[in-house]
């Protein structure tokens, strides 16, 4: 083993995209510092920030490298992380999340144990801005496999963009997050991954993330088109024999999945339209359910 293969044995190099995080940033990177796993390093990419970020990064130091970039969203943000990174693994944590100091150990001890395992997450806890619990997101317990699931059922990755920890060599393989996507450019790369390597998840709320009540309402119309243009470019990695009534089942969910978002947010007729498309997507494997929605929509019940 070289000097330079050595050095990255075991190391996990985490990368913190931030854009105008001067309000929680240090949160995020005081719960990495306090991570019980030593060998580590802190890529803190700031993405065009107006606000403090920088002079609050600033207090650190040496304990943390800072890319300083023009903004260009998420995906060119942790695309700058992944290029930086020098350790075996590389976990995503998100500005405003947080971890317990057990995980990256954790995730760690899954990956030496189990070469054939590329990436994994832990249960996570959800909160509200104010730090009130509001849930949890427990692992995925499907008996379909991992990529048929993710098809079937898209937020099935605890975490996600703050859960996940990857070997860094499995980007060589798959590419990195997709700059054309304007949001679910994390489903996007957990699909690309389950396709080539094995996934495992820690049955323990080891990553905290705060959910924004407004953040769906906003970006609704952006979400659905970016998950429907997901959805369509990865279909080819599904076997064959599921690119037909499965992927089809699938993209039904997401459609049915943001029509009742938007029945919720008051664009009632818009969200009746999308789910009679979708029940022209996938009429056997989804029609009972869609047929239910629809019924319960066009009598003004609430969802």
């Known amino acids: 083993m070289t000097p330079a293969s050595e050095q990255a044995r075991h190391r996990v190099s985490v990368v913190i995209p931030a854009y105008n995080a001067a309000g929680f940033i240090r949160r995020a990177v005081d719960s990495v510092l ?5 060998r580590r390093d802190i890529i803190v990419v700031n993405d065009g920030s107006t606000d ?18 023009p903004n260009g969203g998420l995906p060119q943000a942790r695309n700058s992380g992944i290029r930086a990174a020098t350790g075996e693994y590389i976990a995503f944590l998100d500005a405003d999340d947080r971890w317990l100091p057990e995980k990256l150990a954790r995730q760690v001890e899954i990956l030496v144990a189990d070469p054939e395992v590329g990436f994994c997450s832990t249960v996570t806890r959800v909160e509200d801005p104010g730090g009130s619990p509001s849930g949890e997101w427990p692992c995925p ?11 079937l059922q898209n937020g099935v990755i605890p975490g996600s963009g703050s859960g996940v920890m990857v070997r860094r060599e499995l980007f060589q393989r798959v590419g990195l997050f997709d700059p054309t996507l304007r949001s679910l450019e994390d489903i996007d790369m957990w699909m690309r991954l389950a396709a080539v390597s094995r996934y495992a998840c820690i ?20 979400m659905r088109e970016a998950a429907l243009q997901v959805m369509k470019k990865n279909r080819e990695l599904l076997h064959e024999k599921d690119r037909g009534g499965l992927w089809r089942a699938g993209y039904a969910n997401v459609m049915a999945d943001y029509a009742k978002w938007e029945y919720r947010s008051g664009q009632r007729m818009r969200a009746i339209a999308h789910l009679v498309a979708a029940l022209g997507h996938s009429p056997i494997r989804r029609g009972r359910m869609l047929a239910g929605l ?3 929509m066009t009598m003004g019940r609430p969802l």
């Open 52 to 69: 403090d970020t920088l002079r609050e990064l600033a207090t650190y130091r040496d304990k943390i490298r800072i890319i300083d970039k």
């Open 203 to 222: 049955d323990e709320a080891l990553t905290v993330i705060v959910k924004h009540p407004d953040s769906m309402s906003r970006n609704l119309e952006t």
């Open 34 to 38: 306090a991570q019980t796993w030593p």
């Open 294 to 296: 629809l019924l319960a």
């Open 141 to 151: 317990h499907s008996k379909e496999p991992l990529l048929n699931t993710l098809f």
